[in-house]
């Protein structure tokens, strides 16, 4: 997409928050320090081969744990006006309910503070995925509903104690992606009797309690804070205009976002196709329940990187419940990124390390319109994830070249670009985080897929600026209304 000059009707809102977001096991280390317990993330990458493909672990990251008065001075400097970060559970309640650990509370203290020392908004998420490993062990974690109750107690603990100095809050961090996308290996954890086509549906469904629970546990301890959950998926493009691929996009959206954003933004219920496709796996809410759900997210918190194409499967919609696996998504719709046809400014040569990114951002402005319309969020929209991998950055052997990142400084401003046009036409954005802070650990992926606005030398702990951090804030230089 070529660069477009200023167009003096494009703005940011004086209160636009832009800022940064990294994940605690993530970035965090220090997975022994002053009384952590463990999570199922330190079981995954230590004990489960290959489950991180490089068998690399989080116990050191980025060594933010220690570092983070740097970190936020960093970005303090850079410009950037908030801070999103994850709260680690197991640290906070070592055997994730029962005893709380005071080193963790004054840790986070000081790191909430430090933000507000630096003028930057701090914004917290409390569960990005690094479950107290005692959880999963005592009734399977997010597959037992004792997990609404400690989840609650948890959220009692967060809100109690920070909800005076933390105005926007984030409950459970891409729920499709734990629940479906990264299934537990079997036999490393208690074992469950849900079969195996069941689990995202029970996983899903205490989450939409549990947040529900801690929602209105925040709103009793302040009513004005922010509170929502984190989605996640791309914007979808129907393939062809043939009627079979304009229902499997409804079913994208609905198996994507509306699982989580239906219950909360329309009805405390969930939308119809799922009850269609997969009723003999979905749980039922009560009519109480229902009443409770409803209208527990104050904005439309999404991450959203890229763009699909979605197509009907050759099988057709049968695959819905006949397939098998356990994966999350059903089969009731396929995606394709065409990189032949040009439809992506980043093709063949994007990172091979993250196929399910492109840099599609010129159906940003369509993306949002969608979810203002279908889900109505009365806080209005807010894009609390989005970046890319630069291709083959891991490969680059100097550091100089680490340090010029054009696909992700063009990603940021072109999609920064397509913000501004849908806030002309009348979406109400109100904020942006940049995933992320720094290189870390990317998952199942390991350090080698790096996301990163600044680079991390994972030895010596030096961070350096990539010219992706100084791209992303010069659009707000140029654009937020002074
Ligand atoms: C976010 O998920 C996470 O919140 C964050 O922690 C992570 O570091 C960041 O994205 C970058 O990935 O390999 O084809 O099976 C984004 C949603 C869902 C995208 C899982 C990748 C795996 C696709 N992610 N998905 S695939």
């Known amino acids: 997409v070529p660069l477009q000059a200023k167009n003096e009707s ?27 317990g463990p999570s199922i993330w330190d ?29 936020i ?44 020392q630096y003028n930057i908004i701090p914004q917290v998420t409390l569960y990005h995925w690094d479950l107290p490993l005692y959880l999963q062990n005592s009734y399977g974690g997010w597959l037992g509903s004792e997990i609404v109750d400690d989840f609650t107690a948890y959220a009692e603990i967060v809100f ?47 989450v939409l309690l549990a947040h529900a629970n801690a929602y209105h546990v925040a709103k009793s301890v302040n009513s004005s804070l ?29 198996f994507q976002e509306g699982w989580f954003a239906n219950p909360t933004f329309i009805n ?46 050759d099988s057709g919609i049968d695959a819905c419940t006949s397939n098998s696996s356990h994966s999350l998504y059903p089969q009731c719709y ?10 992506w400014a980043i093709g063949p040569a994007g990172d091979p390390g993250t196929p399910w990114l492109n840099k599609a951002t010129d159906w940003v402005p369509a993306f949002l319109h969608y979810m203002q319309d279908t889900w109505k969020p009365k806080g209005g929209i807010a894009i609390t994830e989005f970046g ?33 046009i849908a806030l002309s036409e009348g979406v109400n954005v109100v904020g942006t985080l940049a995933w992320s802070i720094y290189d870390n650990l990317e998952w199942t992926s390991g350090y080698g897929v790096k996301f990163g606005i600044q680079y991390v030398n994972l030895t010596t702990q030096e961070r350096y600026f990539k010219a992706s951090a100084f791209e992303y804030v010069n659009v707000f230089n140029v654009y937020l209304e002074k």
């Open 10 to 36: 494009w703005s940011f809102p004086k209160d636009f928050w832009y800022g940064v977001a990294g994940a605690a096991y993530q970035i965090e280390g220090a997975v022994k320090a002053e009384g952590r």
């Open 388 to 420: 890319i991998s630069e291709p083959y950055e891991e490969l680059r052997k100097d550091l100089a070249s680490i340090l010029i990142d054009p696909i992700r400084s063009s990603y940021y401003h072109d999609y920064l670009q397509a913000i501004l």
């Open 268 to 313: 405390g219920d969930y939308p119809p196709l799922l009850k269609d496709y997969v009723s003999t796996f979905l749980p039922n809410f009560t009519e109480e329940q229902k009443a409770h759900i409803n209208g527990t997210a104050d904005i439309f918190a999404h991450d959203a990187y890229t763009s699909d194409f979605i197509m009907a499967p």
């Open 160 to 206: 109690n104690r920070w909800a005076s100095k933390v105005h926007h809050w984030f409950t459970i961090n891409e729920p499709i992606v734990f629940c479906g996308f990264y299934p537990l290996p079997v036999g490393f954890f208690k074992n469950t009797t849900i079969p195996p086509k069941q689990q995202p549906y029970v996983c899903g469904h205490n």
């Open 334 to 343: 396929n995606t394709t990124k065409l990189y032949a046809n040009n439809y």
């Open 73 to 116: 001075a960093r970005i303090a400097a850079l410009g950037i006006k908030a801070y999103s970060f994850s709260l680690s559970w197991s640290r906070i309640l070592p055997f994730g309910s029962g005893q709380v650990n005071e080193e963790a509370l004054r840790h986070y203290d000081d790191v909430i503070d430090t933000c507000l």
């Open 226 to 254: 922010s509170v929502s959950f984190k989605t996640n998926g791309g914007y979808k493009i129907q393939r062809t205009n043939s009627s079979a691929d304009a229902q499997a996009v409804q079913r994208a959206w609905d």
């Open 43 to 71: 079981v995954l990458s230590h004990r489960v081969p290959s489950y991180v493909i490089t068998n690399e672990t989080g116990d050191v990251a980025d060594n933010n744990y220690y570092q983070y008065k740097e970190d």
